[in-house]
Structure formats: C-alpha cells, structure tokens
C-alpha cells in the first residue's frame, strides 16, 4: 500500500464536500478511500473501544487533555440530552507530529 499524500488529504477533502474543483482519476479517488479505510480500520483495531472516527490528519500541535502514552483527547458533549461526544484524539507519532483523529460517539 502507498503511503498517505497530501494530494490525499486534497481529494479527501473534496470528496466530503463534493466539490471537485481538481480532475481526480477515479482510480486516484479508490486509492484515497482505500488508504483512508485501511487507516481507520488500523485504529480502530489498535484501540478496540475507538469507534466514530470520521477524519483525520497531521498536526504539528495537539490540545486538549493527556491520556498517557503521548496521547491527547479534546472532547464535548453534543446533542439535546449531552449524552453524545464529538472530539479530536491526538496519537503521536515521528517528528514530534501528532495523527488527529476526529470522531463522534
């Protein structure tokens, strides 16, 4: 599998808010959701009990508060009864990045 790009995150992008400003090749656009699912499903097996996750991206800066392990968890409350989340986790990973995962649950 090749490794994630920027023209990733670009055609990502455009896909979720269906607005194709660039001529992407669909094969362009199967390798992006195909990258972008092997990702998620690696989180999600990593981390068993981190389900919503709809997003992600590399950051230089996280917020919010530790989790151990390096990691940073940024969250709220949503909804009429606050009984749902929505929030950004930061994992670390090389160069002193971090992976932002946004998710809702």
């Known amino acids: 599998m090749e490794s994630w790009t920027k023209k990733d ?3 990502l992008n455009e896909i979720e ?3 194709f400003q660039e001529t992407y090749t669909q094969k362009q656009i199967d390798l992006t ?6 990702i ?5 097996k990593v981390y068993e009990d981190f389900e919503g996750a709809y997003n ?10 530790y989790q151990g392990n390096g ?3 940024s969250q709220s409350t949503v909804g009429y009864s606050e009984d749902s989340y929505r929030g950004t986790y930061y994992f670390p ?3 002193k990045k971090y992976l932002a995962v946004e998710y809702e649950c």
């Open 56 to 65: 992600f991206y590399i950051i230089d800066e996280f917020d919010g508060e």
């Open 17 to 19: 808010y269906f607005s």
């Open 33 to 38: 959701v195909k990258k972008f699912n092997k």
């Open 9 to 11: 995150f670009d055609v």
């Open 93 to 95: 990973i090389r160069n």
């Open 40 to 44: 998620i499903e690696y989180i999600l």
């Open 71 to 73: 990691e940073y968890c």
